[in-house]
DNA sequence: CCACGTTATGTTATTATATAACATTGGCAA
DNA sequence: TTGCCAATGTTATATAATAACATAACGTGG
């Protein structure tokens, strides 16, 4: 399936890998089997997945032995929290973060058709979001920039 | 509870379901008792509220015979769709929206203290993640954003 | 090494959110 | 009136998330 971009995912997924192996390891932070299992699994869809599909593929995939909502939740919370994941609101869902080690100031555009989510950095996006909401007097803490519509491959596919 | 700035919230209600009833009637679309009450209840409330505590409050207050979620849901889809209020997917929550005929260009402000949601129409924003869009030759179809953290007004109050 | 506190995971049950599928009602126009 | 369509009602169930408590694994100071 997806692979659209004539990207190496394979690749992808293992330098995502890697690279929330060195923040964890740089930050004092342990990447568990578990949590390593679980980054892969989103890492290696480029669409987000909720948490129940994460578990029947824990299940499936790593011949686990079943692991219960709160498991994985926890798991997921740990990877939103050192943001090596994003949950996806729109969705119910996440997937992975592709520069966990920056301010997370972006933008997820997420495709109708192919449900590829791809976040884009944009600081001008979110300077227009913090000069508005200096004008309110509003301390932001976490902001949540959602974009729903048809991603350029689509667009092209179906004329 | 809220009434947090001074403003005169019965009339601000009232004007809300004044102008989605012009709206309705000017579309053609029918502001039916079921979907004016439900308008009027998350109206009243300046904070998001979900869909099971309007069932709750549809049951006491207008001692209807008790609203089944589908029912509930149907009707604040019709809602959303007519931009007449705003799903809050942060919270799983609705909120009235403040100028229902325009664009909905908006950002959302939701305050982590006193949970009030207050929408700023921001062009500056808007044009951001446009621009942002075009870049990616992504075909915007909804767009979402919502941004949490402290309001002046709770800022003020805890030094 | 081991006793202990801490962090991570397991377990069971439950709560919260949302929709599917079908039945009934009510307005309205031919 | 009849017949259609939109709105609401009803029953059951799917999907998402958390509470509360139990156990295991990890590492540090003794």
Redesign the pocket.
Same mark, same amino acid.
């Given at each position: 399936m997806s692979s659209s971009k004539h990207h190496d995912h394979k690749r992808c997924v293992t330098s995502a890998l890697e690279n929330a192996a060195a923040i964890c390891s740089s930050r004092g932070?342990?990447l568990? %089997?578990?949590?390593r299992q679980i980054l892969e699994l989103v890492w290696h869809s480029h669409r987000p997945l909720?948490?129940?599909s994460l578990m029947e593929m824990l299940a499936e995939h790593s011949g686990?032995?079943l692991?219960? %909502? %709160?498991?994985v939740?926890?798991?997921l919370d740990?990877l939103v929290e050192h943001g090596l994941i994003h949950r996806v609101h729109t969705l119910?869902a996440f997937v992975g973060c592709s520069h966990p080690a920056g301010p997370h100031s972006d933008v997820l555009f997420i495709c109708r058709e192919c449900q590829t989510a791809s976040e884009v950095h944009s600081p001008q996006v979110y300077k227009a979001i913090h000069i508005c909401a200096a004008e309110q007097q509003f301390k932001v803490v976490q902001q949540m920039l959602e974009v729903v519509g048809i991603c350029a491959g689509c667009a092209a596919r179906k004329p």
């Amino acid at each position: 399936m997806s692979s659209s971009k004539h990207h190496d995912h394979k690749r992808c997924v293992t330098s995502a890998l890697e690279n929330a192996a060195a923040i964890c390891s740089s930050r004092g932070l342990r990447l568990t %089997p578990l949590r390593r299992q679980i980054l892969e699994l989103v890492w290696h869809s480029h669409r987000p997945l909720g948490a129940y599909s994460l578990m029947e593929m824990l299940a499936e995939h790593s011949g686990r032995k079943l692991v219960a %909502p %709160p498991t994985v939740y926890r798991t997921l919370d740990f990877l939103v929290e050192h943001g090596l994941i994003h949950r996806v609101h729109t969705l119910n869902a996440f997937v992975g973060c592709s520069h966990p080690a920056g301010p997370h100031s972006d933008v997820l555009f997420i495709c109708r058709e192919c449900q590829t989510a791809s976040e884009v950095h944009s600081p001008q996006v979110y300077k227009a979001i913090h000069i508005c909401a200096a004008e309110q007097q509003f301390k932001v803490v976490q902001q949540m920039l959602e974009v729903v519509g048809i991603c350029a491959g689509c667009a092209a596919r179906k004329p």
